[in-house]
Structure formats: C-alpha cells, structure tokens
C-alpha cells in the first residue's frame, strides 16, 4: 500500500514558477513508477509526467516540455514537479500517482494503482 500526499500548489501569474512535491509512504514507492495528472475545470483529468522508479527516464506530455522537470528522491520518498513559465492553461488541479507494476511510459490513469488527493494550482494572467 502507498500513501501520497501532494504540496505545493498555490496561485501566480503566468510566466512565474511553482514546484509541487508528492510524500509518500509505503514500502514499495522506492520501486514503483510516479507521475502527475493534472484536471482542469469542465475538464477531465488528463496524464502530464512520469518517472521511472529509478528515476533515469522521464516522459512528458507535449504541452509542457521545456517548462515542467519531474523528479524524484527516493531517499526522502518524494516525487517533484518543477513548472516554469506557467500559462493559465495550467491552472487545474495536480494529481500524483504511483505504480508498482511494469511498463513505460505509463501515461493512463488505469495504470496507476494509488492517488493523492490533488493540490490546485491557479495562473493569473
């Protein structure tokens, strides 16, 4: 079983910076993949990073290459989003997943077996 417990959300103007952490808790996050998800309003809840256990190989959706970093810290069990040059597009609520299971990239909600409980995040223009 895993716990994740996300941070870090807040409101700023577009083109500033936020990073949102994910705590974990579990004896298997050490080796389970971790990605974010992010649901904008009227919108569904759509995949937008994901890291490999080991944290090596990363995958991003295209409308935030170049400007959001995930990465992760084993040793303190937490998962990070780094967003810059935030746009009011990204304004949603943030999601972080976990999956101790194989694949990558994996980019589906069905394949992420635990959830937080999310963390808005609002860009003012």
């Known amino acids: 079983q895993v716990q994740l417990v996300e941070s870090g959300g807040g409101l700023v103007q577009a083109g500033g910076s936020l990073r949102l952490s994910c705590a974990a808790s579990?004896?298997?996050?050490?080796?389970?993949?971790a990605g974010w998800f992010r649901r904008a309003p009227g919108k569904e809840r759509e995949f937008v990073a994901t890291?490999?256990?080991?944290?090596?190989?990363?995958y991003y959706t295209n409308s935030v290459k170049g400007r959001f970093t995930i990465s992760r810290d084993n040793a303190k069990n937490t998962v990070y989003l780094q967003m810059n040059s935030l746009k009011p597009e990204d304004t949603a609520v943030y999601y972080c997943?976990?999956?101790?299971?194989?694949?990558?990239?994996?980019?589906?909600?069905?394949?992420?077996?635990?959830w937080g409980q999310g963390t808005q995040v609002t860009v003012s223009s």
């Open positions: 890291i490999t256990w080991t944290g090596g190989r990363t």
């Open positions: 997943a976990a999956d101790p299971g194989s694949g990558w990239p994996l980019t589906r909600e069905y394949e992420y077996d635990y």
């Open positions: 579990g004896r298997t996050f050490g080796t389970s993949h």
